[in-house]
């Protein structure tokens, strides 16, 4: 939005239409297209948006609707795709384009549910994005430069400077991305000794490869998981961190100081009420010896960032571990926290976690996602904009992280083309930007982003 021009300036929405589209998974999904009436050339606007679903869900995410019964196990979004049609647009009629906050409140009311269980957060979700980019349209500039104001637009909060993120990216998969083969969910790498968001990406793409080779020698077919990382052969789940070590020392990095690993342990499926069972390891753990394993593998490995090391019911224990790490490594709250501005300011009050991941499709609009950043940014958190395993070509969380200035992204792997379009769509930010862009890098990993 322009600084001189006020939401209802942008134009008014027209109509709302949705349709069942399908994920990277071949399940069903909602796509909704927002069309503006601008009054002025061209007269109409449109935007449109994917929502994506996720395989490993916190339980106090917002739920999505689907119908159940025999078709595609259930999962059809036929409902969702009707609301959207029926309720949803009949509302949204007539609103301010650029007003994100009242289009999302409207979304809200509408539902009337805590956790979108009527209308389904698919189908808001959907309606809430697709406005979004048909407000960025009407204002003839890219998303990203149109959510650099938050959700409110001039006067709620200073301009940000565009940032390009330091990619999280996936290269074994695990947990339920790939059938339970390990207990760890995702073997990642981040790149704090990139100069660029580009050089971020050449890096990886060297690592991934020498990870597949690695997969090949050791006679392991190199298929891919749900997130496009290499399907897991491994005899115990560390057996996978030294492979990643090996993969980053054979592409020709320093592990530690130009790539580092990040872990997604995602412990609430595999454990809870304190206990944890590692299936590939043989063994059961209580909170503290999970602990304490985390702790080995973070003095063994060049570890820099740790997701949900804790199920979501662990919250002493994650506490403890936070404490345990202090600043040397990312504590990221994913199911803990499920992009809950309320669960982020508890959690923080408890010392539990440092870091947030902001996932839209865990509350249902973009106002409630970016009301989670806020709390978390007051609570000295960092942030990470992340994708989900059922993803789709939208890339509006590409927009989302470099708008809002999050630092930080995580998308799947450098495979797949749900995953690469989200990793092009930044590199094509980057290069528009040239000499104007700011790259987080390793800034993010002291869990504050370049100062705004």
């Known amino acids: 939005m322009s600084d001189s021009r006020q939401a209802g300036d942008l134009g008014r929405i027209e109509q ?15 796509e909704a297209e ?21 395989a490993s869900k916190g339980r106090r995410e917002a739920l999505e609707l689907r119908d159940g019964g025999g078709p595609f196990g259930g999962l ?7 609301h959207v049609n029926g309720e949803i647009a009949r509302a949204l009629a007539g609103m301010p384009a650029g ?31 697709a406005a979004a980019q048909a407000a960025a349209a009407a204002a003839g500039r890219p998303l990203y430069e149109h959510l650099a104001h938050g959700i409110g637009g001039p006067g709620e909060v200073p301009r940000l400077p565009p940032l390009l993120p330091l990619p999280q990216i996936q290269i074994f998969g695990g947990g339920a991305h790939a059938g339970r083969r390990v207990d760890i969910q995702d073997f990642m790498v981040m790149c704090p000794g990139a100069a660029s968001f580009a050089q971020a990406l050449e890096w990886t793409a060297e690592v991934y490869r020498h990870a597949g080779v690695l997969m090949r020698e050791r006679g392991a077919a190199a ?27 054979r592409a020709g990095f320093t592990p530690g100081e130009q790539v580092a ?22 063994r059961e753990l209580t909170s503290d010896g999970l602990i304490e394993l985390l702790l080995r593998w973070c003095e063994r490995y060049p570890i820099a960032s740790i997701e949900d090391p804790l199920a979501e019911d662990d919250l002493e224990a994650f506490a403890r571990f936070t404490q345990a790490v202090g600043a040397r490594v990312q504590v990221v709250g994913d199911d803990l ?12 009050g408890r010392g539990a976690a440092n870091t947030v991941l902001l996932k839209p499709n865990q509350r249902g609009t973009l106002t409630e996602t970016w009301q989670c950043w806020q709390a978390a940014r007051a609570a ?16 509006t969380i590409v927009d989302l992280a470099i708008g809002w200035g999050v630092g930080q992204l995580k998308v799947g792997s450098f495979a797949r083309s749900e995953r690469m379009a989200k990793w092009n769509a930044a590199l094509r930010i980057e290069q528009r930007l040239g000499a104007a862009s700011r790259f987080a890098g390793a800034s993010v990993l002291g869990r504050n982003p370049p100062a705004q």
């Open 99 to 129: 007003d994100q906050a009242a289009i999302d409140a409207r979304l809200i009311e509408l539902d009337g549910t805590p956790n979108k269980q009527r209308l389904g957060a698919n189908a808001t979700l959907a309606a809430s994005m």
């Open 16 to 30: 709302v239409h949705a349709r069942r589209v399908w994920d990277s998974r071949g399940r069903p999904t909602v």
């Open 380 to 395: 000295g958190y960092a942030g990470i904009v992340s994708a989900r395993s059922g993803e789709t070509e939208d890339t």
């Open 34 to 54: 927002v069309t503006v009436a601008t009054g002025r050339a061209p007269g109409r606007v449109v935007g449109r948006a994917i929502v994506p679903a996720g």
């Open 223 to 249: 298929g891919v998981a749900d997130e496009g990382g290499w399907w897991p052969a491994f005899d115990s789940n560390e057996q996978a961190l030294t492979a990643l070590v090996q993969a980053i020392e």
């Open 337 to 348: 926290l499920v992009s809950d501005a309320a669960l982020v300011r508890a959690a923080a």
């Open 261 to 282: 690993i990040a872990l997604d342990i995602a412990a609430s499926d595999f454990g809870e009420h304190g206990r944890y069972r590692l299936g590939l390891d043989g």
């Open 76 to 82: 059809d979004v036929q409902r969702a795709v009707g």
